[in-house]
């Protein structure tokens, strides 16, 4: 399904645009892309397997609330997620696997998932969306 | 899209677009800027976000954004804007998600030859006492309930525990306590980031520098506020850390589904907001007001961390190694404010997104030892350029609520600063101009290059033509400690 992201300017703080066939995908990918943007995936052996499961007001608030978990558990105990399993996703409820280990370098500190213009939009390869993160 | 020609120029440096320009504006945009600083504001989407601003209930007279505006996420950087307290609301997106960061600025007796001999060893001992870090650990750990009288209580917490002077309450905005705190509308996640971090810097353009008064521009202020040519001072920039985020986070999430109840709409999700006299519009105020208070209490632990690093490298070797509080002021707030309206005066929420208060001179919020003057304001510049004291102005309050730039304010992303510029050349650069460096990662220092922002003297220019605050010193650094 090849990379699924990649990074767009913004000018103080940075930004992903994410795609995904469906919601599952986009999801994915998203979390894919902030273990990208925060370290090099391939160095992390995944050694911790977290089961998470979320609800949300829309798709946007849940797709913010599965990134803003992600940093929260990265920060309280050093583990960088890099795989992801959904098991189950609507666009309020999310219950999944997330995967990861200590990364060997922060290369950028994430402090939060922001709302900025965020929508998910329905595209020619499926769901996309940009998120900008604080930093 | 809104452009150059739409704006209308008012004043030598203030540049308005009439309200008829979007139809969702409520009031006109302002911004702060010269010929060169306005065309910056078309390159990214600052303008837009300023005009989404301008769409918020309640707002009164304009939106406006100072001269080291750039886009941001909601609020424009830079962003100021005041809302009627009875119809008006009160927005997360508005003060952003490190709640109440700002600077504070300690003066020193000494003068820079007196501690060139020993810079090293005070940045290195710096740099071991002050923590960074994204996650990184404070100089104090506390309990929940500790947590929650902190948060309550401010500065005046770190005065009882012994990690402050009186004098340095009476030298922070707010005296280092923001009313109205309710720990009671702030999460368990949010206190749990925050009980480890209280005296931590952080990371991004978190930092403490130790700098020299290189140029007096008016003797008079300077002398109020304890400066002179030649002396060592030292900044410190940082604020409420994990506990901040996660107010914010928790509440710009939470007030998604209050948009809609209360049937505002608004053309970016990220400016979400409640009404100021609502259930949801007083938990944020109860909880922003905490995290307001962390930030001063996480400064005030650093500012005593620098003493007590002071003492330990200076101690017998110079004359006088104490440092006294300049200001600390705050630059992502909102805060209720009584202003003149139309030959009225009127309690507003005043938002400032990457923006300081510049209170002028009579003022019963300005110290009592500076009253007479006006309230000092720091601008930091660009990592390893210079930084400006400044002092509030009348003029400022009819101008612009009070309010002023609080840095330089970039203009290229991090991302391009990463690709372009190498952290190991900034370095040396740095250290050849006798700059003092200890950084986490090189990386991080590539991002806060010099060419990645404004030049802040242009800015304080524009802030000085425009009356929006003064100048009274120019600060060039000796010793830069980043997260």
């Known amino acids: ?135 | 899209m809104a452009e150059k020609k739409d704006f209308r120029r008012v004043d030598r440096f203030i540049w308005e677009l009439p309200k008829e320009a979007r139809e969702d504006m409520r009031v006109p945009a302002r911004l702060f800027a010269d010929a060169e600083l306005l065309d910056a504001a078309f390159r990214d989407r600052t303008v837009d976000q300023l005009i989404n601003t301008t769409t918020l209930p309640g707002i009164v007279r304009y939106a406006m954004a100072m001269p080291d505006f750039h886009q941001g996420y909601g609020f424009p950087i830079g962003g100021v804007a005041a809302m009627r307290t009875d119809t008006g609301v009160i927005s997360p997106g508005g003060v952003g998600y490190d709640i109440n960061c700002g600077i504070r600025l300690l003066g020193t007796y000494l003068e820079q030859e007196e501690i060139a001999p020993y810079l090293q060893d005070l940045t290195t001992v710096l740099y071991r006492a002050c923590p960074s870090g994204v996650g990184g650990k404070g100089r104090v750990r506390v309990s929940g309930r500790e947590l929650d009288e902190l948060v309550t209580q401010g500065a005046r917490w770190a005065l009882k525990r012994g990690l402050a002077r009186p004098e340095d309450l009476a030298h922070t905005e707010e005296e280092g306590c923001m009313p109205g705190a309710d720990p009671s509308q702030v999460s368990p996640r949010a206190k749990e980031r925050g009980r480890p971090q209280v005296g931590s810097l952080g990371a991004g353009n978190h930092f403490l520098e130790i700098d020299v008064v290189e140029e007096i521009y008016d003797p008079e202020v300077a002398d109020a506020f304890g400066l002179r040519e030649n002396q060592v001072v030292v900044q410190i920039h940082c604020g409420s850390r994990g506990f901040g985020h996660q107010v914010c986070d928790d509440y710009v999430k939470g007030l998604q589904e209050t948009v809609r109840k209360y049937g505002i709409q608004l053309p970016d999700r990220e400016l979400v907001c409640a009404p100021i006299d609502s259930p949801e519009g007083r938990a944020y105020y109860g909880a922003m007001a905490c995290a307001v208070n962390y930030a001063f209490v996480n400064r005030q632990v650093l500012a005593m961390g620098v003493r007590e690093a002071f003492e330990q490298v200076l101690a017998g070797k110079v004359h006088n190694f104490d440092l006294f509080q300049i200001y600390d002021v705050a630059h992502n707030i909102a805060k209720f404010e009584e202003h003149e309206v139309d030959g009225r005066r009127m309690r507003l929420c005043v938002h400032r997104k990457g923006a300081t208060r510049a209170f002028g001179p009579g003022l019963p919020q300005v110290p009592e030892d500076y009253r007479e003057v006006g309230q000092p304001v720091l601008v930091p510049g660009s990592m390893g350029t210079a930084s400006y004291v400044l002092v509030g102005t009348r003029r400022a309050m009819d101008l612009s609520w009070g309010s002023t730039c609080h840095g330089a304010g970039r203009v290229m992303s991090r991302h391009k600063a990463r690709k372009k510029i190498w952290g190991a050349d900034l370095r040396r650069e740095m250290e050849e101009q006798g700059i003092v460096v200890r950084a986490g990662s090189n990386k991080g220092l590539a991002e806060e290059a010099p060419a990645a922002y404004k030049d802040v003297s242009r800015v304080v220019e524009v802030v000085h033509g425009a009356g929006l605050a003064c100048k009274v010193a120019r600060l060039r650094p000796l010793a830069v400690i980043k997260g």
């Open chain 1, 1 to 135: 399904m090849g990379r699924g992201f990649e990074e767009v300017s913004h000018t103080a703080d940075v930004a992903l645009r994410i795609w995904g066939r469906d919601l599952a995908e986009l999801f994915i990918n998203a979390a894919r892309g902030l273990a990208w943007l925060m370290a090099d995936p391939d160095t992390v052996q995944p050694t911790v397997a977290v089961p998470l499961e979320l609800t949300a007001y829309d798709a946007e608030t849940l797709l913010v609330s599965w990134l803003g978990e992600l940093l929260y558990r990265n920060e309280r105990d050093g583990t960088l997620f890099t795989t992801f399993e959904i098991e189950e996703i609507t666009p309020t409820h999310l219950r999944g696997v997330a995967k990861g280990g200590p990364a060997q370098e922060i290369r950028q500190p994430i402090k939060a998932v922001t709302f900025s213009d965020l929508a998910i939009r329905r595209a020619e390869r499926g769901l996309e969306v940009t998120v900008v993160f604080d930093v």
